[in-house]
T-cell receptor
Framework: NAGVTQTPKFRILKIGQSMTLQCTQD?????MYWYRQDPGMGLKLIYY???????DKGEVPNGYNVSRSTTEDFPLRLELAAPSQTSVYFC?????????????FGSGTRLTVV | AQTVTQSQPEMSVQEAETVTLSCTYD???????LFWYKQPPSRQMILVIR??????QNATENRFSVNFQKAAKSFSLKISDSQLGDTAMYFC??????????????????FGQGTILTVHP
């Protein structure tokens, strides 16, 4: 059972480039989330999804886009990367009915924009 | 909107001793959940303990326990018999109840800034 898998683990991006952070889970969870963790700070919610075809903005959505075409996958798209997007990105998932028991997190993607 | 504050950026403790990490939060909700997550150098986020706000009894998980003071909006984590493997950043987090005021929360978490805990041999 792989849980939540994020790829890549590390990436260096040049200003203005675009990329997609991949997230997939094999637990049939309907809720999925993307958070970012800036150095020395807590995690902030970028986007979330409560099921295939349903997504909504979190606290810091600017500069990002998401899609949820399947239950398993929840990719995060960065368009026109900026230095302010240098961060560690975490994907997480949960059953909606048990979300108050906490999430399963991926291992994170460290992104540097130069 | 909810806020979560961890006022201790760094803490240290000797192996086998006890340490308490502080967390305060601000909310107008009556029903909610509180969590402590551990992030070791591997970067993996690991759930340590959770507390349901409508339960007065403090949660306990082995060496980890909480002191939940609802009126004071305080949620501290006590680690007993500290071990070298407890070295990590610890995050306090808040989640509204699914049927909270303003609609469902969809399980969104609000995190504190984190406390780096170092356990010394």
């Amino acid at each position: 059972n792989a849980g939540v898998t994020q790829t890549p683990k590390f990436r260096i991006l040049k200003i203005g480039q675009s990329m997609t952070l991949q997230c997939t889970q094999d637990m049939n969870h309907n809720y999925m989330y993307w958070y970012r963790q800036d150095p020395g700070m807590g995690l902030k919610l970028i986007y979330y999804s409560v099921g295939a075809g349903i997504t909504d903005k979190g606290e810091v959505p600017n500069g990002y886009n998401v899609s949820r075409s399947t239950t398993e996958d929840f990719p995060l798209r960065l368009e026109l990367a900026a230095p302010s997007q240098t961060s560690v990105y975490f994907c997480a998932s949960s059953y909606g009915g048990r979300v108050n028991y906490g999430y399963t997190f991926g291992s994170g993607t460290r992104l540097t924009v130069v | 909107a909810q806020t979560v504050t961890q006022s201790q950026p760094e803490m240290s403790v000797q192996e086998a001793e006890t340490v308490t990490l502080s967390c305060t939060y601000d909310t107008s909700e009556n029903n909610y959940y509180l969590f402590w997550y551990k992030q070791p150098p591997s970067r993996q986020m690991i759930l340590v303990i959770r507390q349901e706000a409508y339960k007065q009894q403090n949660a306990t998980e082995n060496r980890f326990s909480v002191n939940f003071q609802k009126a004071a909006k305080s949620f501290s984590l006590k680690i007993s018999d500290s071990q070298l493997g407890d070295t990590a950043m610890y995050f306090c987090a808040f989640m509204k109840h699914a049927g909270g005021a303003g609609g469902t929360s969809y399980g969104k978490l609000t995190f504190g800034q984190g406390t780096i805990l170092t356990v010394h041999p």
